[in-house]
């Protein structure tokens, strides 16, 4: 071999290691750059989230400046004992509800999106809502409950145990050898409409002050909302949200496949029961709160995963923020439709909710037929 063709091999030998290093240099600046991307996306939710809080308590029946509320939430007796129990006591628990209740449809509609790999799912479609408004019902025109000399939180405690004993039934379908993802899906739409059936069996037999119970409480409405429901709720997420966090990676592989998540040494049936009493949890709790909220864990989760895709350390979080962003907006607007009148948010979600879910529908079976 002459020593031109040596030198050229030498050349060439010398210009591997360098392509490959250049491929990995790519690849590490690709990856730095969306996973900078998906953080940016998080803060800049977390600052609408914020401002949308603020506005949410600065408006109301009485037309005080946004400099004003700012005052009293920084000071409470800055503007006297009158704007401290409306700031501090009404309209404050009421946004401060907001968030957190949204918090919990957006990450217990997103957990479970991604337990049964469906876009589909969540609390509201799979019967665990209409569930809880049968048990609110119940309590309400029969006085019958899981708790005796409760008083006004017969109601709120039935709605939570119906809400949970549907979460149990979908559990132990999904315990059963054999039994799908699709089985379960349609097990929940049974439920629904089972429940329903009730639900207007009791609304049949109600009187009229006991009508307009259940009907208010079917809209979901945050009037109800109370510092020591915040506290409750609060606790509820610190406590959910890091568990989750801690299992993301295996979330993540199950959205690539059972198989996938199998051959990773993952305990799928360990995991399912995990986060669906996750699920139960604080899907309960925000019945129990609020009443019926739909389509908030439906949309939260679908925009978080257009924003950030399939990665769940980053599709949870964003979930939840969304979630509580959307609920946020929805008490805001119910408030401003009309003067003085403050709408159920249970029918401004439904408004905003039905044309994404239709949307996703449409997306979800053009995928299908690719």
Known sequence: MSSETQQ???????????NILKKQHDLIHGFVASESKKIQMLLMVVILLTLSLIVDVSIGP?????????DVLLDKTSHGIKLEVIIWDYRLPI?????????????????MQTLLNNPLAEPFTLGVSSAASFGAALAIVTGIGFAANVGSLLVTLNAFVFALGTCGLLLLLMRLKGVGTQTIILFGIAIFFAFNALLAMMEYGASETELQRIVFWMLGSLNRASWLQIFWGTGLLCVVLPFCMMRTWQLTALRLGEENALSMGIDLARLRVEILICISLLAA?????VGTIGFVGLVGPHIARLLVGENQRYFIPLSALLGALM????????????????????????LIGVPVFLAIIMRHSKEQSL
């Open 95 to 111: 946004a401060v509800t907001a968030v957190i209740v949204g918090a919990m449809l957006g990450v217990s509609g997103a957990l």
């Open 8 to 18: 050229l091999s030498a050349n060439q030998d010398a210009e591997i290691p360098k």
């Open 285 to 289: 709790t925000a019945v129990a709160f």
């Open 327 to 350: 609920l946020s907006v929805t008490s805001i607007v119910s408030k401003s439709i009309t003067p003085g009148i403050i709408y159920p948010i249970g029918i401004i979600t439904a």
């Open 62 to 70: 009485g037309n005080f400046s946004l400099s004003t509320v700012l």
